[in-house]
């Protein structure tokens, strides 16, 4: 976003990062009044605004709100609920530490993000982050699970997410 699109941006939208709901302060069309809420929600479940004929993501904005400039990087929602944008659940990352940060894949069998069940029976954990994977086998899902979680912890940190 230019200089002028930015001024253009905090003149037409207002921003609470109390609720993370962007509304607008000057009417930009017949269709969108003034106080009504700003932008929909995108088939990613991610909050988009149009405005000068540009869509932005929500949870850029208000980083460019809180801070005063665009994140040159991802902006990472904490509890993976894309459309919540209250500025305690936003941060800057990394495209590595944004991935850290996903929920467990809908196509997992065992329940324990990380884990598969091998042909023999045996619990793969695998954990990967900046392109360093550790992965280790056992016998019990129990044991899996726990090594997964504590090496998950260790090569994550803050981003870390276990379900």
Known sequence: ??????KRFFEFVKYDPE?????WAKSPNANSPKDSIAGSTDTAGYRRISLLGKQVSAHRLAVLWMTG???ECEVDHINGIRSDNRWANLRVCDQSQNRQ???IRSDN????????ITKNGRFEAQV??????KSATFITLSEAAEWVRSTRLAMHGEFAKHA
């Open 69 to 71: 400039s665009t994140p």
């Open 1 to 6: 976003m230019n200089e002028a699109m930015v």
């Open 128 to 133: 990967i982050a900046n392109k360093t994977r």
């Open 109 to 116: 069998k065992v329940g324990v993000k990380g884990v598969r």
């Open 101 to 103: 940060n996903v929920n």
């Open 19 to 23: 609720t993370g709901v962007f509304s």
